[in-house]
Nanobody, 128 residues
Framework: QVQLVESGGGLVQAGGSLRLSCAAS????????MGWFRQAPGKEREFAAA????????HYADSVKGRFTISRVHAKNTVYLQMNSLKPEDTAVYYC?????????????????????WGQGTQVTVSS
């Protein structure tokens, strides 16, 4: 079993930055691909970013590409999401998750069904 705890959310003005953290416990996730998802009010949860087990490859949704950066530190069993140039439409609860399988070539896990451990989420609110 893996427990994930997200932190770092909050209220920020448009154009600002936040850094989310996802700390894993229970076992190491250093061999797992990891992802960040988000769910805005009244909308379905959507994929935001993913990172390979090594951290050497990353993938982003078009809506966050160029503004968000996913990274990981194996020694801390933690994954991060650096969010810059935030927009009001980035307002959502952000979740991290452990992918069920590895990344094969350019085939990235982007569906919720491709992840099997989830954190409780952290709220990000961007004011205009």
């Amino acid at each position: 079993q893996v427990q994930l705890v997200e932190s770092g959310g909050g209220l920020v003005q448009a154009g600002g930055s936040l850094r989310l953290s996802c700390a894993a416990s229970g076992r190491t996730v250093s061999s797992d691909a990891m992802g960040w998802f988000r769910q805005a009010p009244g909308k379905e949860r959507e994929f935001a970013a993913a990172i390979s087990w090594s951290g050497g490859s990353t993938h982003y949704a078009d809506s966050v590409k160029g503004r968000f950066t996913i990274s990981r530190v194996h020694a801390k069993n933690t994954v991060y999401l650096q969010m810059n140039s935030l927009k009001p439409e980035d307002t959502a609860v952000y979740y991290c998750a452990v992918a069920k399988g590895p990344v094969y070539g350019s085939s990235w896990p982007q569906g919720e069904y491709e992840y099997d451990y989830w954190g409780q989420g952290t709220q990000v609110t961007v004011s205009s």
